[in-house]
C-alpha cells in the first residue's frame, strides 16, 4: 500500500499538482461531469508479457480506448516491478461501469490479478467525517449502538 501511495504521490507531483495545504474547493477537486476516480492495480499474465515483448504496443493507448467505451478516460497510467505490473487512476462516471472494467478485465483479457478500488477527494472524506459527527451523536446511533458498548 505505501508503494501505491508513493506512486500517486509521484504522478499527482508529475502532473501540476500539490499536496500543499491550499483551501480545497469543490470545484477544484471534483472530476468533469462528476466523475468518479478509480486506482486499477493489475498483474499481467505470463502468455501477456510474452505477446508484449513479441509486439510492443502503447498500453496507455488501448486503455484509453476502453475507458472511452465506458464514458472514462485515463489519468495516469505506471508500470512497475513488484507486487503489481501497472497502476492506473482512471474517471468513469459510475460504479456500474467500473464493475463493467472490473468482469472484462477478468474474462480473459491476459491478466492474473485486476483490482478496482473507488477514490475519494479531500472534499468527499470531509463531507463524509461530517456525516459521521452527525451520525454518532443521533438518538438512532446511539440506541442502535447502546447495547454493544457494554
Not at 59 to 77: D, I, S, T
Not at 93 to 99: G, I, K, L, M, Q
Request: with cysteine; glycine share 10%.
Amino acid at each position: 500500500m505505501r508503494r501505491v501511495l508513493m506512486i500517486l504521490a509521484f504522478g499527482v507531483a508529475a502532473s501540476g499538482l500539490s499536496f500543499a495545504q491550499e483551501p480545497a474547493t469543490a470545484a477544484k477537486q471534483e472530476r468533469p461531469g462528476s466523475k468518479l476516480l478509480f486506482l486499477i492495480e493489475v498483474k499481467y499474465s505470463d502468455s501477456s508479457w510474452a505477446a508484449m515483448a513479441q509486439k510492443p504496443q502503447n498500453r496507455r493507448e488501448l486503455l484509453q480506448a476502453v475507458m472511452g467505451k465506458l464514458g472514462g478516460a485515463v489519468e495516469h497510467l505506471w508500470f512497475s516491478f513488484g507486487d503489481c505490473d501497472a497502476y492506473a487512476v482512471v474517471t468513469l462516471p459510475d460504479n456500474v461501469s467500473a464493475e463493467a472494467l472490473q468482469i472484462a478485465g477478468l474474462a480473459g483479457a491476459g491478466f492474473k490479478s485486476l483490482k478496482t478500488t473507488p477514490l475519494l477527494t479531500v472534499d468527499q472524506v470531509m463531507e463524509a467525517a461530517g456525516k459521521a459527527g452527525a451520525l454518532r451523536n443521533s438518538s438512532a446511533y446511539k440506541t442502535a449502538h447502546g447495547g454493544l458498548e457494554h
